[in-house]
Structure formats: C-alpha cells, structure tokens
C-alpha cells in the first residue's frame, strides 16, 4: 500500500537547528539547575532518556523547562536554516501527489515561522502539536484517526531514537535521518523501518 501521507518530525529532521538548540539549553541550565552540554558529539549517541539523566534534568522540571525552550526558541526561530536537499524532496515529493503534515514537540507558533521565513509553509497541510516530550506515538495515533488513513498509509520521518520507538508503538513505517540529533549507529539500533543519509534517499521511499 503507497503512503498518502508524509509525517515529519521538525527540529533535526527538517530544520538544521541543533546548534540554537543547545545555546539555549546552555542558557536554561543555571536557571534550571541541570548540567550544560559542553561535547555536542556525546549528544548524538544518547536518547532523551539517557541525556536527561546524564545531565540531571528531572522528570518534574522538564515540562518547565520545555515551555522556557520554546520560548527563547521564539526570538531565534527564524534565522534556523532547513537541511541542504529538503525542499527539493519537498518539491517532488509534493508534485507526485503526496501530502505532507509536521509532528513536533515544537511548538506549532515556532515552526510555522520558521517554515514561513523559509519559504516552505505551502507543502504542510498542517502542523500537529506534541508536547509531551515523549508522547510522539499518542500525537501519531490521533493523526492517523483525525485524517481518516489507514496505518500502512502513513510514513513518519525523524531524527531521533524516540521518533523511531514511537512511530513503532503507533504502528507505522518510519524513516531515520542520519543528520540530526542521534547518530547512524544510535538509530540502527533503534531499528527503524527505512534508514537514510541523505534527503533524496527520502523520494524513493515516500513514493514506494
């Protein structure tokens, strides 16, 4: 069965913005009292679980420090950049028929300007809010009954280890990007149903 629908994770996946990602959360780390990341590389090979205890975030701080992120995110948002090769898979990709939608525990405001000031906003159908910081498999379920589709006719596309885990507890294909947060050999372990390193592997598999 063709995929009818291209869910994509944001920050990461579409949008190079690890380096404003992690100045902010530097910034966060007095206030909030956690560890700050001082090696971005060790960064790539922990899932969010292990980074949290790595760097003394607390579950009853992070839906603070989630709401503290985005808003300073806010003031950066618009100057982030998308990955080389994007809106060309975007292109294509939306030319043969496929729709596109984002699933993010961004929010929804952040990442509407930055695909407006990158002047992509017109591929996304719309943009689903997911702000439990591991709660993508819920947002995905919701998705897929809200639009009417059946699961083997959705694909998601992440960057991370909880964006594979939840795309498989909803039940769905899911393409891991080799150039966001977590590393090649950090989502081969993950076991994700399409691995890539670069954008334009992503044409062939969203129109299998």
């Keep these: 069965m063709p995929y009818r629908l291209v869910l994509w994770d944001f920050d ?32 790539r090979k922990m899932t969010v679980r292990k980074f949290m205890k790595e760097h003394k975030i607390g579950f009853l701080k992070l839906p603070r420090i989630t709401r503290a992120f985005q808003k300073a995110m806010r003031s950066e948002i618009e100057k982030v950049k998308l990955y080389p090769g994007i809106v060309r898979v975007l292109q294509q990709t939306h030319e043969a028929g496929l729709r596109h939608a984002i699933l993010s525990s961004n929010s929804p405001e952040n990442i509407q300007a930055c695909l407006q000031a990158n002047g992509i906003a017109q591929y996304f159908e719309f943009t689903a809010g997911c702000f439990k910081l591991l709660g993508k498999a819920r947002g995905i379920k919701r998705v897929i009954k809200q639009q009417k589709l059946h699961k083997k006719e959705v694909l998601y596309i992440g960057d991370e280890v909880r964006d594979v885990a939840a795309a498989h507890k909803a039940g769905i294909d899911v393409a891991a990007v ?31």
């Design 12 to 43: 990461g996946t579409l949008a190079d913005s690890l380096a404003t990602s992690l100045a902010i959360l530097n910034q966060l780390a007095l206030e909030y009292r956690f560890k700050p990341v001082t090696d971005p590389y060790s960064v």
């Design 178 to 208: 080799s150039w966001g947060i977590n590393d090649w050999n950090t989502l081969a372990d993950a076991e994700p149903t399409h691995q890539v390193a670069t954008p334009e592997e992503l044409i062939s598999i969203a129109q299998k």
